[in-house]
């Protein structure tokens, strides 16, 4: 689990702030929940024989004896308070989520024990359409990061649910037949969770499947046009993909369309986004059956891609600090500063704290980032003046009246 110190904190926030005005632009509004949930929720949600539940969960109980988790993703809790709040059920809501998540996985470059994730949900909507839309933000976020030549689509169809089962069937029976050629885990997973076989990052596995029945043929007609309208409507929109028949999700839940966004830039953790389509959670839940679509995007592998590319988001710097001179000169000075920052709330502003000559002062305004020191001594306090220093700039030191100071920041910081 990481600190998020300082000066990457610049970084974070121009992708959170980003990601707001997206979802605003699109309608979505923000859910939150909380940060634990009962075990029962991610075991009947994601799936008994996932890696998530088998081996990734922070579970615990709590006083009462009751067995909770921490998140390891969002849509079962999404979903959980769709449910409980009467959100879903012959509505359509359109949401979307940031924050922590956690799993107890070896930690490496881009896969951490905390993480975070920006996912999206949309209920209610059973189409091709919202599978386009959600694809089309997250598509849109690349744009506006200057990214999008970095970052790659794979789309998939699971199909229904029975589909998903005869092809079950098939990939077993072909697995078996070259069961000689598997490693452990996909021994292990032929039995247990078959279809995560294909997502084996053994080269060998890789190779064996290349001849290995394709999800796609064992489609069932209604999922094929559902997939077949989604591809015409990213070609007709200009998105660039890859269908990739042996994509499949970690989690149990998805049906008909999944989808990734891959990249080569970050080695081996190279999945930023991921979702797809989970017609049959809500339901499963408890709720009554709800078509729904969505993607989780994960933070530390966006923030670290941007860190790459050499990507901006420096920290805010202040942009004035105000040095104090003198004890007779304090109080004038913080009601000086304090009214700035009445009339002027977007200013930054520091105050120097701890004494000291000028010289220390003036080391510690340069220090700050700020592109002006604004000087209070005994003399200013008196004539109810300030001296400004230009820091950044060779540029003779001025001596303003209050009256004069508030537009004169105003019109050098851009600030309304
Ligand atoms: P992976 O195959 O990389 O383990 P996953 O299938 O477990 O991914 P999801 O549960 O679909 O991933 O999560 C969506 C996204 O969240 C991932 O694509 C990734 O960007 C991010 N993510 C998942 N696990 C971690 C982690 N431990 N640390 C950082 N980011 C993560
Ligand atoms: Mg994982």
């Excluded at 993607?295 to 104090?324: D, H, Q, S, T, W």
């Excluded at 105050?351 to 002006?372: E, V, Y």
């Amino acid at each position: 689990m990481n600190d998020c110190l300082p000066e990457q904190s610049g970084a974070w926030q121009w992708v959170e702030q980003s990601i707001r005005e997206l979802v605003a632009g699109y309608g979505y509004q923000e859910i939150r929940t909380p940060i634990v949930e009962s075990t029962d929720l991610f075991k009947r949600s994601i799936g008994e024989v996932t890696d998530i539940v088998e081996k990734e969960m922070y579970t615990f109980e709590d006083r009462n004896g009751d067995s909770l988790t921490l998140r390891p993703e969002g849509t079962a809790s999404c979903v959980r308070a769709g449910n409980e709040h009467g959100l879903l059920y012959n509505q359509q809501q359109r949401l979307w989520y940031m924050g922590p998540m956690f799993r107890h996985e070896r930690p490496q470059k881009g896969r951490y024990r905390q993480f975070h994730q920006f996912g999206i949900e949309a209920f209610g909507l059973g189409g091709p359409d919202i599978d386009l839309e959600v694809i089309l933000m997250s598509a849109r976020l690349w744009q506006r990061f200057g990214i999008a030549d970095q970052v790659t689509l794979e789309i998939n169809s699971l199909g229904s649910p029975d589909a998903r089962a005869s092809y079950k069937d098939a990939l077993v029976t072909f697995l078996q037949q070259h069961e000689a050629s598997l490693d452990e885990e996909s021994k292990r997973r032929m039995h247990t969770n078959p279809l995560r076989v294909l997502d084996s990052k053994n080269p060998d596995i890789q190779a064996l499947l290349v001849d290995a029945p394709d999800l796609l043929d064992y489609l069932d007609a209604e999922s094929a046009e559902h997939f077949q309208q989604l591809r015409e409507r990213l070609d007709q929109l200009g998105i660039q993909y890859r269908v990739n028949s042996r994509l499949v999700r970690g989690l149990d839940y998805y049906n008909r369309t999944v989808f990734e966004w891959v990249t080569d830039a970050l080695g081996a953790q190279g999945t930023v986004c991921a979702g797809g389509r989970y017609d049959g959670l809500v339901e499963q839940l408890g709720g009554k059956s709800t078509p729904a679509v969505g993607f989780a995007m994960g933070l530390e592998r966006l923030v670290l891609l941007l860190e790459a590319l050499g990507k901006g988001g420096a920290p805010r710097e202040v942009e004035a600090y105000l040095c104090i001179m003198g004890e007779a000169a304090e109080i004038y000075a913080l009601k000086l500063a304090e009214a700035l920052r009445d009339q002027m709330p977007a200013l930054r502003l520091q105050t120097h704290c701890g004494g000291g000559n000028f010289k220390k002062q003036l080391k510690r305004a340069d220090k700050s980032g700020a592109t002006l020191a604004l000087i209070v001594g005994e003399e200013e306090a008196q004539q109810q003046q300030v001296s400004i220093k230009y820091l950044r700039e060779d540029r003779p030191q001025e001596y303003v009246g209050t009256a004069e100071l508030l537009p004169m920041l105003k019109q050098i910081f851009n600030h309304k």
